[in-house]
């Protein structure tokens, strides 16, 4: 079974930055187009950022400019860096394919406050 692991968050102040990163234990990793999420309590988890198996990107308008997602393939590893954070940022952090096909892992609690 695959293995999503999130890591990489934790409480920053408005304006700061993280960076996410996510291994999964996917054997075609390199040809998989994945994406990061994140949702809030009583919310919809939301898709943030995607990076096909070209290496091109998506963005949710809410986080386009402030946040790059990219890849490692030769780590089954996925990034996310976040700059700029906001209080509304704050949400649980969740890597998985682009259409989330793969059983979500715990994520990672990213918190912004002063």
């Known amino acids: 079974q695959v293995q999503l692991v999130e890591s990489g968050g934790g409480l920053v102040q408005p304006g700061g930055s993280l960076r996410l990163s996510c291994t999964a234990s996917?054997?075609?990793?390199?040809?998989?187009?994945l994406a990061w999420y994140r949702q809030t309590p009583g919310k919809l988890r939301e898709r943030v950022a995607t990076?096909?198996?070209?290496?091109?990107?998506d963005y949710a308008d809410s986080v386009k400019g402030r946040f790059a997602i990219s890849r490692d393939n030769s780590k089954n590893t996925v990034f996310l860096q976040i700059n700029s954070l906001k209080p509304e940022d704050t949400a649980v952090y969740y890597c998985?394919?682009?259409?989330?096909?793969?059983?979500w892992g715990q994520g990672t609690q990213v918190t912004v406050s002063s």
């Open positions: 998985n394919t682009e259409l989330g096909s793969l059983q």
């Open positions: 996917l054997r075609t990793f390199s040809f998989t187009n």
């Open positions: 990076i096909r198996s070209s290496g091109s990107t």
